[in-house]
């Protein structure tokens, strides 16, 4: 299994453009997320989905989308990029099991905006 | 909405203990986890623990829970150059994570 993938690793962007962070994972798992992480603040929720056709809003929706046509695809989309959006994006997945919603995570998508 | 916190830095000398800690306020976690990020990684899950149990022990790692004062730790035995990371705590009900402890380990 290749887990939980991310592309691309790094993107740089200038604003107002948009783009797509892909995030796909083979293990079958349901609910998938996207997170941003900045210095300090830890990792914090943009979207999720508990599984296809069903997304919702996290912690720090605005600015980005998700759709969620596949159990296996997970696409992040920033509509017009701000500075304010430069961070580390990591994507998960995860399934309920002994460990409760234990959460694979991918690589990471370092996103500069300037 | 509800807080996770850690302090930012650890230290350590190689084959001390090392302990980082973790408060919570949402008592109605069912779970607590501990999550270790390697430079330029993501986050594997290193520990859990489940809410009506205050003590759980893997190896070096001993995680406590104290569910009265809302406060986790995740102490690391014999800690190891190898053992140098940022360290999670999240709870259950909203994945919600802490800051990150850097821990570094000297020689």
């Known amino acids: 299994n290749a887990g939980v993938t991310q592309t691309p690793k790094f993107q740089v962007l200038k604003t107002g453009q948009s783009m797509t962070l892909q995030c796909a994972q083979d293990m079958n798992h349901e609910y998938m997320s996207w997170y941003r992480q900045d210095p300090g603040m830890g990792l914090r929720l943009i979207h999720y989905?508990?599984?296809?056709?069903?997304?919702d809003q996290g912690e720090v929706p605005n600015g980005y989308n998700v759709s969620r046509s596949t159990t296996e695809d997970f696409p992040l989309r920033l509509l017009s990029a701000a500075p304010s959006q430069t961070s580390v994006y990591f994507c998960?997945?995860?399934?309920?099991?002994?460990?409760?919603?234990?959460?694979?995570f991918g690589p990471g998508t370092r996103l500069t905006v300037l | 909405g509800e807080d996770v916190e850690q302090s930012l830095f650890l230290s350590v000398r190689e084959g001390d203990s090392s302990v980082i800690n973790c408060t919570y306020t949402d008592s109605s976690s069912t779970y607590l986890y501990w999550y270790k990020q390697e430079p330029g990684a993501g986050l594997q899950l290193l520990t859990y623990?489940?809410?009506?149990?205050d003590m759980k022990q893997d190896q070096r790692l001993t995680v406590l829970l104290n569910k009265k004062d809302k406060h986790l730790s995740l102490r690391i035995a014999d800690t190891q150059t190898g053992d140098s990371a940022i360290y999670f705590c999240?709870?259950?009900?909203?994945?919600?994570f802490g800051a990150g402890t850097r821990l570094t380990v000297k020689p």
């Open positions: 998960a997945s995860s399934y309920p099991g002994q460990g409760g919603h234990e959460q694979f």
């Open positions: 989905s508990v599984g296809a056709g069903i997304t």
């Open positions: 999240a709870e259950s009900i909203d994945m919600r």
């Open positions: 623990i489940f809410s009506n149990m």
